[in-house]
């Protein structure tokens, strides 16, 4: 693979790993990041790089190619499927986002953030998107 593909997983996370590598793809491709033909790592890689069983690999490309995001190709690495050159439209990317900050929104109420700390904290975290944490 020419250009490196990484994924982060959450692993005290009670989302499934699997899941978090569905969306991660999904949100990338949605973004226009990853294109069609672009290749992933293998199942085999992947698991290795992340540490994980490779039937969690497995299953999550599965599932994106049954969802005709990821194309199988044999004695190959999977690739993005053919129709995902652009990224989506700006509207479908902004309710991606939503159940995210929908759940933000409930945690800082439960919290009793007020809500100028709550934007405070969200711009800051967006201005500082590179920074190591």
Do not use: N
């Not at 990338?28 to 085999?44: F, I, N, T, Y």
């Not at 409930?106 to 007020?114: C, S, T, V």
């Amino acid at each position: 693979m020419d250009t490196p593909i990484q994924f982060q997983i959450q692993t005290g996370s009670p989302e499934p790993i699997y899941r978090q590598l569905m969306e991660q793809l999904r949100r990338r491709v949605a973004a226009g990041q990853w294109k069609a033909g672009q290749e992933l790592p293998s199942v085999r890689e992947l698991a290795g790089l992340l540490a994980v069983h490779p039937m969690t690999i497995s299953k999550a490309y599965g599932l994106l190619e049954a969802e005709g995001l990821l194309q199988r190709r044999r004695g190959l690495s999977m690739v993005i499927a053919a129709g995902h050159e652009r990224p989506a439209p700006k509207a479908e990317r902004i309710e991606r986002l939503r159940p995210t900050l929908e759940r933000v929104c409930a945690e800082a109420r439960e919290l009793a953030i007020p809500k100028q700390q709550v934007l405070s904290l969200l711009e800051r975290l967006l201005d500082d998107e590179g920074s190591p944490r």
